[in-house]
């Protein structure tokens, strides 16, 4: 492994395990780009612009940097809360920069190097789950400190009965990982990205892992495999509780459902309130009133429409045709399996505020670097 692998290893894995930075790891690695960065710049022969990159470089900078500066101006002098509103709007500054640090380096396959990232996270469920049958006063300790920090969920879910639990804000980035790895030849890995997924006991996780997992497979020899060493790895009781609780997901019995669509309703009583607010948005840091909650709330599980709410309709249609942009590069360069991986994740960021996280537009950035290698090879 080269070094510039391993900075990026180490990198994508800090956000991948303190994604929101509540656990404080998160800084170590701005400041390593910022450093790196800095070095590349001034003492590499790799940082170079051409004409084409320029125009990519001041849409990037317009879209992500001005235009959201100006909502969060905006924003402020509405009386809503400044630190709410930077937090809200610092992955979209954080994606420019993370752009700009590409540019300035040799080019790695970043795809590869963030699939590792994630597949740590996995590995580190699955440790969890072990501590709790064997060391279970280790996972609580665990458990207790995902859950004192804020960074995710962590203990026991009450479903039946207590099911171990751990849940850092990253997890449903797992899917990507699945998809990258599902027709490599290491089979442990997908088997192992599968199994920490169960283990979060994330049902729309579950959902796309084994979607995914269907699509590409033509045989079941793979799923029958997990569900063997999946009996043998969680005693019955246990492994009840998994099924009865990701069973709720053809059943209408879920707070979580209940709780998206109390919130749907009231999107769209807000959007039809305010027609000219829903074209250019609420800005970062605005809150809506929740009927689920009966109390204003600055998040909800729909992230789709919480972008559109906070940065406006226009700047979410731009938004899904960069979207669209990479993904056809994906399918055209016959890359499939990171094209379902990607596609995934933006459907199930929308279920969880992290659909504008650090990792989504890391994987934005890196596709587009790897699209753009593969259509100078094609050239050449």
């Not at 049958?133 to 879910?157: D, K, T, V």
């Not at 879920?254 to 009583?269: A, E």
Request: glycine share 4%; aromatic share 22%; proline share 3%.
């Amino acid at each position: 492994m080269s070094q510039r692998n391993f900075i990026q290893i180490f990198l994508m894995s800090l956000f991948v395990f303190d994604l929101g930075g509540e656990i404080g790891i998160r800084n170590i690695a701005l400041l390593i780009i910022f450093v790196d960065m800095f070095f590349l710049i001034f003492f590499s022969e790799y940082f170079s612009i051409n004409y084409r990159e320029l125009k990519v470089f001041i849409f990037l900078f317009v879209f992500l940097v001005i235009y959201p500066f100006i909502l969060l101006f905006i924003s402020i002098n509405s009386g809503n809360d400044l630190a709410l509103a930077l937090s809200q709007t610092s992955p979209l500054f954080f994606c420019f920069i993370y752009y700009f640090y590409r540019l300035c380096g040799p080019y790695s396959n970043g795809l590869d190097n963030l699939a590792i990232a994630v597949f740590l996270l996995a590995v580190f469920y699955c440790i969890c789950h072990l501590l709790y049958i064997f060391f279970p006063s280790a996972f609580f300790l665990i458990a207790g400190f995902i859950h004192e920090r804020n960074a995710g969920y962590g203990g026991l879910r009450n479903d039946v009965i207590l099911l171990p639990n751990i849940y850092l804000k990253s997890s449903l980035f797992l899917s990507f990982a699945f998809s990258y790895y599902l027709l490599s030849n290491n089979k442990l890995k997908p088997f192992l990205i599968l199994l920490g997924g169960v283990i979060t006991t994330s049902k729309a996780l579950f959902i796309s892992q084994f979607s995914i997992m269907f699509l590409y497979l033509r045989s079941i020899k793979f799923l029958v495999l997990f569900f063997v060493i999946f009996s043998l790895y969680f005693h019955s009781e246990l492994l009840l509780g998994y099924y009865n609780y990701l069973m709720q997901v053809v059943t209408s019995d879920s707070v979580s459902l209940s709780k998206r669509t109390i919130d749907f309703n009231n999107m769209l009583s807000m959007f039809e309130s305010e027609p000219e607010r829903f074209i250019f948005g609420w800005g970062p840091g605005s809150l809506f009133y929740s009927d689920y909650f009966s109390a204003l709330r600055s998040n909800l599980e729909l992230d789709h429409l919480n972008v559109i709410r906070k940065f406006g309709f226009i700047w979410f249609v731009v938004f899904c045709i960069c979207f669209y942009c990479l993904l056809k590069n994906l399918i055209k360069n016959k890359s499939y399996h990171i094209a379902l991986g990607f596609f995934s994740v933006f459907i199930l960021s929308g279920t969880n505020p992290v659909l504008l996280s650090p990792l989504f537009f890391i994987i934005a950035i890196e596709i587009y670097m790897f699209t753009r290698v593969c259509k100078s090879t094609r050239s050449d």
